[in-house]
T-cell receptor
Framework: DTAVSQTPKYLVTQMGNDKSIKCEQN?????MYWYKQDSKKFLKIMFSYNNKELIINETVPNRFSPKSPDKAHLNLHINSLELGDSAVYFC?????????????FGDGTRLSIL | DAKTTQPPSMDCAEGRAANLPCNHS???????VYWYRQIHSQGPQYIIHGLKNNETNEMASLIITEDRKSSTLILPHATLRDTAVYYCIVRVGYGGSQGNLIFGKGTKLSVKP
């Protein structure tokens, strides 16, 4: 069973398009996250949600809009895609927002902007 | 910025212990040491974490110095599948933005036959 699953795994699109990435976790966790890993392999947090509510927004452009329809899902919608958005996006989840427990990551969505 | 310093790369022979060092000289009393790894083309994987005492689980052991300014992750019998980038992260033990995982460059461990 895949604990944290993301779709699609690969996404190739053109500048200016709007796209969404979906994430689902079957661990019963309360907290979910989105991370971005750029070409230099730095992994940075973008957002975190706790029980469907936004907790952290780390200076991400407002073209990025996370949506959490329920606590098992956290989708990422990106408007007006730019070349700099090319990266690998990872979804993660943790038991709660207490900070003690580990985060479980999906295998990433590789976004390429042409 | 990451609060840890790790060597950029290390090699280890298959079957031998891999000892990965990490310096965190500015660690605060309420900050834990976490280790994650990222195998090529996969998401980061949690390995172990600790506050003061040494910790061991089925994957690895974590040795934290008494002054807590450095630690060592030990993979007792490295296999080829342990080849990955290993990240040492310090974070507070509670939520909020201060509890974020901040990934540095990590150590690329290559396990060789």
């Amino acid at each position: 069973d895949t604990a944290v699953s993301q779709t699609p795994k690969y996404l190739v699109t053109q500048m200016g398009n709007d796209k969404s990435i979906k994430c689902e976790q079957n661990l019963g966790h309360d907290t979910m996250y989105w991370y971005k890993q750029d070409s230099k392999k730095f992994l940075k947090i973008m957002f975190s949600y706790n029980n469907k509510e936004l907790i952290i927004n780390e200076t991400v452009p407002n073209r990025f809009s996370p949506k959490s329809p329920d606590k098992a899902h956290l989708n990422l919608h990106i408007n007006s895609l730019e070349l700099g958005d090319s990266a690998v996006y990872f979804c993660a989840s943790s038991q709660d927002f207490s900070g003690h427990g580990p985060q479980h990551f999906g295998d990433g969505t590789r976004l390429s902007i042409l | 910025d990451a609060k840890t310093t790790q060597p950029p790369s290390m090699d280890c022979a298959e079957g031998r212990a891999a000892n990965l060092p990490c310096n965190h000289s500015t660690i605060s009393g309420n900050e834990y040491v976490y280790w994650y790894r990222q195998i090529h083309s996969q998401g980061p994987q949690y390995i172990i974490h600790g506050l003061k005492n040494n910790e061991t689980n089925e994957m690895a052991s974590l040795i934290i110095t008494e002054d807590r300014k450095s630690s060592t992750l030990i993979l007792p019998h490295a296999t080829l599948r342990d080849t990955a980038v290993y990240y040492c992260i310090v974070r507070v033990g509670y939520g909020g933005s201060q509890g974020n995982l901040i990934f540095g460059k990590g150590t690329k461990l290559s396990v060789k036959p």
